[in-house]
C-alpha cells in the first residue's frame, strides 16, 4: 500500500534468495525496479541499512486535525488519537505510528515545530503503517488539542509522576487522545493543562522512564482493552 515512485535494488540482487520475493512483488504490481550500485544506495539513504533495496516514495501529505476528528466520529468508541508532545526521534515517531494502527487509532498529531516529521526514518520503523493511518501536524498543539475537548473527546496525557494509574483513567471507552511526552521532559506545562486527566504508567522505581514509543503502546494496549470489554459487556 505504499505510494512508491520507484525501487531500487543493488546490483547482483537476483541472485539473492532473501530478495526473491519483493522483486516478483513488484514486478506483478508494475512497480519501476531500477538497479544501483551498494554505494548508489549508500548515498540515496543516507548510510542507513538499506539491505540492498530502496524504496522512494513522494513528499508526505499531511492530515488536518479536522480530518482526524471526522474519521473519529464514524468510528468505534468516537475514535482514538495518538498526540505527541516533543517527541524529536523519528524513529520513535514511526514505531508509535505502527502502534496506534496496531490498536485501532484513526490517528497521530503532531506539532510543526520541535517535533519529528515524516522522513524517511519514520516511514521505515513504521513498517508500511504510515500508509494506512493519517498523520496531522498542527501549528499549535495545544488549540488543536483543545479543537478534540470541544468535539467531546477525552484528553489524557501520559505523566510519569501522575497517582492514575492509565489502566484507570477515566474516559479510555470513548472518544480519546492519549498524549505523549518525550521521554526526557514529559509533557510540557501548556499540553498539561490541555488535558483533562494526567495518567501514569506503573514502572519499578530502578528505572526513571520508558521510551516514548513503549510508553505510548503501552497505553494505546490498555485503551484498546477497556474499549474492547466495554463493547463485550
Known sequence: GLPVRTAYVA???EHDSRLREILSFAADHGIVLMQATRGELDRMTGGSNHQG???RLPEYEYATVDDIIDAGAQAYRGGLVVALDKITDPRNLGAIIRSAAAFGAQGVLIPSRRSASMTAAAWKTSAGAAARIPVAMASNLNQALGKFAEA?????GLAGEADSDIAAAPGLDGPLVLVVGSEGEGLARLTRQSCDVLASIPISSDVESLNAS?????????????RGSASES
Open 11 to 13: 546490483e547482483g540482487a
Open 152 to 156: 467531546g473527546w477525552m484528553i489524557v
Open 214 to 226: 513503549v510508553a505510548a503502546s503501552i497505553a494505546l494496549y490498555e485503551a484498546s482493552r477497556v
Open 53 to 55: 533495496v530502496a524504496l
